[in-house]
C-alpha cells in the first residue's frame, strides 16, 4: 500500500481519491482492465463496494467478490480516450485498487516530418499518442543534450502537428523531441540536423568584469569553479556584477570559456 500511496503522489495525470465512501479515478484508456481488491464490510455482512461506474454507466461486472475485475473493453473505449471511475463502498471499510497506473497516460507516439526552417521553427507532426503527455525539445550544445523547449501533447491516436520556436547556433545544429511516462523512461524521435549560416558568436567581459556582452543574442550557462549552476538564459548581455569573485566556466553558443571574477 506504500508503494501506490508513492505513485500517487508523484503522478498527477491520475487521481485516485477516497473520501468517505467513494474513490475516484481519473486517466485515460490504455486497452488494459483494472482489478479491485474488495474486503467484507465493517458490519461483516457482505462486501464493501455496492457499485461501480464507468463515464456514469453502471457496470455489469460481478463486484460481490473478495476480488473482481473492472471490465473496461465492453465500453469500446479508443486509446486515449478520458475515463471516470467511480467505486462507491460503505462506510468502515476501504477497497484497494491493484493496478491504477494502466489509466496514466503512456508514450507511444511516433514523430515524423521534422524539419526547422530559416526563421528557427521546428515542427513535426506524430501518429499514435495514446494520452496527453507534453513534448520536451532537446539541444546539443556543450557536448550534452539541454531542454530548449516544452510543448504539450494533444493525445490523440490521429495524426497531431506541432511547432515552436528555437534557436539554432552557428553551424550545424542537432535537436530532437522526448516524451517521459509515468514508467521515468524518455522516449525519444529520430535526430533532426540543421546548418544554420548565422555568423559564430564572440564575447567580451567589460573591465572591470560587471557584465558579459557577446556579439548577438546566444544561450548561455554560468557555472562556478565547483561545477554548480549560477544562471543561464537567451540574452546579449549578463550581469554578472553581483558574481562572488572567483573562477567561473562559460558555456555560450557551442563554446565554453573561462574567466575570473576580481
Not at 31 to 41: A, E, I, Q, R, T
Not at 48 to 70: H, K, L, M, Y
Not at 100 to 123: F, H, N, W
Amino acid at each position: 500500500m506504500k508503494k501506490v500511496l508513492l505513485v500517487f503522489l508523484f503522478l498527477i495525470t491520475i487521481q485516485l481519491i477516497s473520501h468517505g465512501s467513494e474513490i475516484v479515478l481519473k486517466g485515460v484508456y490504455q486497452g488494459k482492465n483494472l482489478y479491485v481488491m474488495n474486503p467484507f464490510s465493517s458490519s461483516g455482512v457482505g462486501f464493501c463496494i455496492f457499485e461501480v461506474r464507468v463515464n456514469g454507466q453502471i457496470t455489469t461486472d460481478e463486484i460481490n467478490s473478495s476480488a473482481f475485475e473492472i471490465d473496461l473493453s465492453i465500453f469500446q473505449f479508443k486509446k486515449g480516450d478520458k475515463i471516470i471511475i467511480f467505486i462507491k463502498h460503505k462506510d468502515g471499510c476501504t477497497p484497494k485498487v491493484i493496478n491504477p497506473e494502466v489509466l496514466k497516460p503512456q508514450s507511444t507516439y511516433l514523430a515524423s516530418l521534422m524539419k526547422i526552417d530559416r526563421e528557427g521553427k521546428l515542427s513535426w507532426s506524430t501518429t499514435g499518442e495514446s494520452g496527453s503527455l507534453p513534448f520536451i525539445v532537446e539541444q546539443f550544445r556543450w557536448n550534452k543534450w539541454i531542454k530548449v523547449a516544452t510543448v504539450g501533447g494533444k493525445g490523440t491516436s490521429g495524426k497531431n502537428t506541432y511547432n515552436v520556436k528555437v534557436n539554432p547556433h552557428a553551424g550545424n545544429n542537432r535537436f530532437r523531441i522526448k516524451q517521459i511516462d509515468y514508467t521515468r523512461k524518455p522516449r525519444y524521435s529520430k535526430e533532426i540536423r540543421f546548418r544554420s549560416m548565422l555568423p559564430p558568436v564572440t564575447y567580451s567581459p567589460a573591465k572591470p568584469i560587471s557584465e558579459i556582452v557577446f556579439s548577438r543574442e546566444t544561450m548561455f550557462e554560468i557555472y562556478d569553479y565547483y561545477g554548480n549552476l549560477i544562471e543561464k538564459g537567451f540574452s546579449a548581455k549578463v550581469n554578472i556584477s553581483s558574481l562572488p569573485k572567483g573562477d567561473y566556466f562559460l558555456n555560450y553558443s557551442t563554446k565554453t570559456e573561462t574567466f575570473k571574477k576580481k
